[in-house]
C-alpha cells in the first residue's frame, strides 16, 4: 500500500520528509531527485541503479492514472465494495 502525506516547501527550497515517511533514511544520505511535469520523486541514492526501471515505471503508472482522473476516467466506490472491484483487476 502506498503512503501518502503532506509536507511544506521552505521559502529556501527545502522539503522536510515527514518521520513516518523516512524509514531507514538518514540525515547525509544522498537522494536522487526527479522531477516528471506535476512529480517530484526522491529515491534515496545508493538504491538508485538497483530499481531505476521499476521507479520509471511506478511513475509512468502514477501519471497515467492522475491523467484519467483529470478526464474523470474513473470510477467511485464506497469502502463496503472496495475488495470486491479490486479482485476484478
Known sequence: MVNINITRI?????VVIPLDMRGDIKEG???????NKDQIILKRADKFD??????????RR???????????EFISVD???LSDEMKKW
Open 79 to 81: 469502502s463496503d465494495n
Open 62 to 72: 502514477t501519471e497515467e492514472a492522475y491523467k484519467r482522473i483529470e478526464t474523470g
Open 29 to 35: 544520505d544522498k537522494l536522487v531527485v526527479m522531477r
Open 50 to 59: 538497483k530499481n531505476f526501471e521499476e521507479d520509471l515505471e511506478f511513475a
Open 10 to 14: 521552505s521559502s529556501k527550497g527545502q
